[in-house]
């Protein structure tokens, strides 16, 4: 845990690995993903008890940032503070986090299993330069815990992933179309189908390769003729011929 990590590192006066400890976590755990995952809670859940919770948990894990980073940036992090809600006394005489808390580990799985999906929807929709704001149709296979856990984060999973939240399709074997979609692995036991005709305009796919395929046989064409012609061969330098040759090939 970041608290016990960062705690081990100031003990030994480590201070390099506490700010990077504390950097990772703060850009690449809180910020990326639970910032942005709350945003569907908060926003989208219609529920006034769910974005408080969501709120809540929020707050006291920036709390917990603060303090880990008050001994290197005491100002700052002291103005930070003081404009949270319900501050009763300075940061400085706040007492340190508590160390060596319990820790849910299948809570832990559940939530880096989500992080995969979400991983690998976006690096499909990439791979296929599916337009941003589109959203798109996904089927999502799993054993009947996987499935159960992944369905009641579904919204969030929509709000990340920029999925059509009413065709988000939950299943223990594969879909009817699965040859005609995306195959995805998140992770052990965990796999998604993105048909294709949701994700590419064939029709537009087909024309940028036509055209593409016609200004490749022109340059094709224009190589040869060189080739073909005597007067290219023997004036040419070498180096110019043999590149004109390997591109012909």
């Not at 296979?141 to 990340?160: C, D, P, R, T, W």
Request: aromatic share 10%; with cysteine.
């Amino acid at each position: 845990m970041l608290i016990d990590a960062v705690t081990e590192s100031y003990n030994k006066y480590f201070f390099g690995d506490v700010g990077r400890e504390i950097y990772d976590f703060f850009w690449g755990d809180f910020a990326d993903w639970y910032i942005e995952a709350s945003k569907a809670r908060i926003y989208h859940s219609g529920d006034d008890s769910v974005a408080l919770v969501a709120q809540t948990v929020l707050l006291y894990v920036f709390e917990k940032i603060l303090k880990l980073l008050h001994p290197f940036m005491p100002f700052v992090t002291e103005e930070l503070w003081q404009a949270l809600p319900n501050r009763r006394e300075a940061l400085i005489i706040s007492s340190w986090p508590q160390t060596s808390l319990p820790r849910s580990t299948h809570l832990v799985k559940r939530f880096e299993n989500l992080q995969a999906l979400t991983r690998a929807v976006r690096n499909a929709r990439a791979e296929y330069s599916v337009e941003p704001a589109k959203r798109i149709t996904v089927s999502i296979v799993g054993s009947e815990e996987v499935i159960q856990y992944i369905s009641e984060e579904k919204e969030v999973l929509a709000f990340l992933s920029k999925l059509d939240l009413d065709n988000i399709h939950f299943a223990d074997s594969p879909p009817e179309d699965a040859k005609q979609s995306v195959h995805l692995i998140a992770s052990e036991g965990l796999e998604a189908y993105l048909p294709l005709a949701d994700m590419v305009d064939i029709s537009a796919k087909v024309q940028r390769l036509t055209k593409r395929l016609a200004k490749m046989q022109t340059e094709y064409e224009g190589l040869k003729a060189c080739l073909n012609s005597p007067k290219f061969i023997e004036k040419a330098p070498k180096d110019v011929v043999r590149g004109v040759q390997e591109k012909a090939e």
